[in-house]
Each structure stands twice: as C-alpha cells, then as structure tokens.
C-alpha cells in the first residue's frame, strides 16, 4: 500500500489515518522513501529529518484522539525561512547561523497540533530574495 499513499490529497491522507485504515507512519515512510528516491535529482530539500519525522509519526499512531486532527499522519515539508525546534533556519545562505533554533514559529506548532508530520525543511533562494 505504500506506493498508493504517494500522490494522495491531505484530506484522503489524514482520513486514512483518523480510521486507523493506515498508520501515520506508513504514510511518513512512503513519503520519506519518495524523497529519497527523487530528490537528488530536484535538489528540493535542504534537510529531511527521516528519525525525528518517524518518531512524530509513532506519536500520533499513539494518540486516542485521531479523530480530533484534521492533517492526522500528512507529511508536511517546512521551507528554511521558517524556524523549526532543534533545526537550522538558513534562509537559503551559508552566512545564517547554522545553530539550531530553540522553538518551533507558530505556523509550524499550529501544523503540529493538527497532525501533520514534519518531515524536512525545503530550499529557498538566498536570504529569500
């Protein structure tokens, strides 16, 4: 079933997972195993975060309350001028600090109480300009 999770609406996605027909982490590694197998021909991703997308995954595949999360198990990816917890955010330059960032911006707590998965951060043009 993983090749036909690829390709599917967030609304089929999280509706999948709220009836528990798929687990948000057979979703999460379908999507991981697309990026891996197409990206370094796109060049898309800055960083993909595999472990800790996985972990969140397992997470939700825990909770009793699946029915209350409208992006339940979706894979979502954050473009790098958005700060994510423990990440970097560059903003498409190697003269950003390269430390990780201590909380996640609202945009990506609101994603995150709603299901979705964060799977990576995408590139960006330089300082996004």
Do not use: W, Y
């Not at 090749?3 to 687990?23: C, I, K």
């Not at 397992?58 to 700060?83: E, F, M, N, T, W």
């Not at 201590?102 to 990506?108: E, I, R």
């Amino acid at each position: 079933m993983d090749d036909q999770l690829v390709g599917r609406t967030a609304a089929e996605l999280a509706e999948l997972v709220r009836n528990r027909s798929v687990t948000a982490g057979a979703v999460t590694r379908a999507h991981l195993e697309r990026i891996c197998a197409v990206d370094s021909q796109l060049g898309a991703f800055q960083l993909v975060c595999a472990d800790r997308a996985l972990a969140d995954a397992a997470a939700i595949d825990a909770r009793d309350d699946l029915s209350q999360l409208p992006l339940a198990g979706v894979p979502i990816a954050i473009k790098d001028h958005v700060d994510i917890a423990g990440l970097p955010t560059r903003n498409g330059s190697l003269a950003t600090d390269p430390g990780p960032r201590a909380a996640d911006a609202t945009l990506v707590t609101r994603l995150r109480d709603a299901g979705a998965v964060i799977v990576g951060k995408t590139r960006v043009p330089e300082m996004c300009g």
